[in-house]
């Protein structure tokens, strides 16, 4: 499963930024300029179906069961923004499962690309740290149906987003659709769902659903389903 997690991150990083810019930014990190808690929880189910059509449940259970499910805080420290809009930032978690991990410097951009260094980003990290970019969301590029849309056609990405504005004049409703085909076969289709606030430039609540599918050989693949929330707790800049 950590090999998948794994994988799951190094795709994150394939809208089209060099990662060889990432020594350099880490470098340059400042200390921390905002703190921000999310509080999470996340399931995992994983089925290998072979060519006899038989399913094995290799972890998790269809409800997303106590023993494959985990809850916990996400801290994020916000150090800055780089001149090619990427933000600093080093992420978190604890957890009451064992997910806990020490923090690893990120940077992400407004296309949601993120690039990390060394050490394991989990897929709960990711989601939240994803659209915290100052610039990802922005009102005046929507078009008529107040949609936008990023992708990299040679990386197999595409993340279409819709906006819809609440009665309160400041968060804004955004869906996701993200997809990725790899040229080996493996596919990743992810739907999300955020409150974005637009005065705090970012998500108070999240919610995304992944279904990530690996082909094991000619007759056989694994199916990987990942169900996150998390809402924002913390915020030191008020």
Not at 100 to 107: A, Q, R
Not at 121 to 145: C, G, H, M, Q, Y
Not at 168 to 192: L, M, P, W, Y
Request: glycine share 8%; aromatic share 6%; charged share 20%.
């Amino acid at each position: 499963m950590q090999a998948l997690y794994n994988r799951h991150i190094r795709a994150a990083a394939t809208l089209g930024v060099a990662v060889f810019c990432f020594s350099n930014v880490a470098q340059a990190q400042t200390p921390p300029t905002r703190h921000l808690v999310y509080d999470f929880t996340v399931g995992v189910k994983t089925d290998k179906i072979s060519s006899n059509s038989a399913t094995e449940t290799a972890s998790g259970s269809s409800d997303f069961g106590e023993l494959n499910s985990d809850k916990g805080q996400i801290t994020v420290d916000i150090s800055g923004v780089e001149p090619d809009g990427g933000l600093v930032l080093a992420v978190s978690e604890s957890s009451r499962n064992g997910r806990t991990s020490k923090p690893i410097t990120c940077v992400v951009y407004p296309d949601t690309s993120t690039i990390c260094a060394a050490g394991d980003v989990r897929p709960e990290e990711e989601s939240v740290i994803r659209t915290l970019s100052p610039k990802f969301f922005d009102a005046s590029a929507l078009d008529a149906n107040r949609h936008w849309q990023v992708s990299n056609a040679s990386a197999g990405v595409k993340i279409d987003f819709t906006a819809s504005p609440n009665p309160d004049g400041i968060t804004v409703g955004i869906t996701s659709e993200r997809v990725q085909n790899s040229a080996n076969g493996n596919t990743v289709h992810a739907n999300g769902k955020y409150s974005y606030n637009t005065a705090k430039l970012l998500p108070t609540t999240l919610s995304e659903y992944e279904t990530i599918r690996e082909q094991g050989g000619a007759s056989s693949y694994q199916t990987t389903i990942i169900d996150i929330t998390a809402n924002l707790t913390t915020d030191s800049k008020v």
